[in-house]
């Protein structure tokens, strides 16, 4: 298959807790990219990882690739309520964009 | 500059009528694509244009589906006759020329309901 495989599928922690989502593949990459989606809304781009990067940091959000293991990660430190959503990470090669299944994170206040 | 637009956000119609979506990508992006998520699954891509080009397409489930870009801008996906299994979040995003070394932007989506 394509498409990356997101674990875990839920997640659930208490506000102020780092979450670490992390997501596997099979094919060869151009880059990974990690989307969020809050309930009811569209997705939103978060990070784009290229191929020949190993990590990547965007305010509280850390990504690293690992393309010899062909898995990544996404840890969001210092987590707050807000972030409650799911999370998707996409594969960028030389077709449109490959969705997993995606990550469901709760931040408990 | 005004993001990914989608109308309507919902729509329920009756098994066997048409339902025509729309999508005003951002200005300038020439990739428009349309993907879908059932509930609970994953997010499906449907196609790809490249201005008005359909340039993937593969992902179209069937041919109830027809989508259009008319002069590389707006682009419309319409479902006829609907069915129950087509019911789900109807995604559109655009990107930049080279799109693949961007980040797609996603409108809200259309929460398609058929009954």
């Known amino acids: 298959s394509q498409q990356g495989e997101e674990d875990p599928q839920a997640l659930s922690i208490q506000e102020g807790e780092n979450a670490t989502m992390n997501c596997s593949y099979k094919?060869?990459?151009?880059?990974l990219q990690w989307y969020r989606q809050n309930s009811g809304r569209g997705l939103v781009h978060l990070i784009l990882?290229?191929?020949?990067?190993r990590e990547k940091h965007s305010g509280r959000l850390r990504v690293t690739l690992d393309t010899s293991k062909k898995s990544s990660s996404l840890l969001i430190t210092a987590s707050r309520a807000a972030d409650t959503a799911s999370y998707f990470c996409?594969?960028?090669?030389?077709?449109?964009?490959?969705f997993g299944k995606g990550t469901r994170l709760s931040v408990i206040a | 500059e005004a993001g990914v637009t989608q109308f309507p956000s919902h729509s329920v119609i009756e098994k066997g009528q048409t339902v025509t979506l729309r999508c005003d990508p951002i200005?300038?992006?020439?990739?428009l694509y349309w993907y879908r998520r059932v509930m609970g699954k994953e997010i499906k891509f449907l196609l790809h244009?490249?201005?008005?080009?359909?340039?993937?397409e593969s992902g179209m489930p069937n041919n109830r589906f027809l989508a259009e870009r008319t002069g590389g801008t707006y682009s419309t996906l319409k479902v006829q006759p609907a069915e129950l299994e087509d019911s789900g979040v109807y995604f559109c995003?655009?990107?930049?020329?080279?799109?693949?070394?961007?980040?797609?932007?996603f409108g809200s989506g259309t929460r398609l309901t058929v009954v």
């Open positions: 995003a655009s990107s930049p020329p080279m799109g693949f070394n961007y980040g797609y932007t």
């Open positions: 094919t060869s990459i151009n880059n």
């Open positions: 990882i290229r191929s020949n990067e």
């Open positions: 996409a594969l960028s090669g030389n077709t449109p964009l490959v």
């Open positions: 200005s300038g992006h020439d990739n």
């Open positions: 244009f490249v201005k008005e080009s359909k340039q993937d």
